[in-house]
């Protein structure tokens, strides 16, 4: 079993697997993967590759692909990730919510929430 403590993700012999830039909020456990959500911290601004997979060992797969904002904000990392009817979703605070490929984190389809 793995979880996270502060910016690590441990295994159940306390571990480190891997080591986040900053918090991670949430660890989801995803087909042979887990997914990482990292906090974006109040005045730090760019962190918006902050979704990143893992392997069960600890090997990084990939980073999640940057959704490029169309008002023109530059700063918009992820605040969500979940699974939803078998597939993996995050969201930014600006109000898109993406599906994410778990292969290679790509951007398969983003939906408007606001």
Known sequence: MISSE???VIDD???VLY???YHITRLLPFDALYLLLEESPLGILYNNN???AISPTGELRWKAEVLQSVSGAVDNPYRDLWIADGQLWASNWIGW???LDPANGKVLQKVWTK
Do not use: L
């Open 6 to 8: 502060r910016n690590k």
């Open 13 to 15: 012999a306390g571990a």
């Open 19 to 21: 080591q986040a830039r």
């Open 50 to 52: 902050n979704v990143t």
């Open 97 to 99: 919510a993406v599906q």
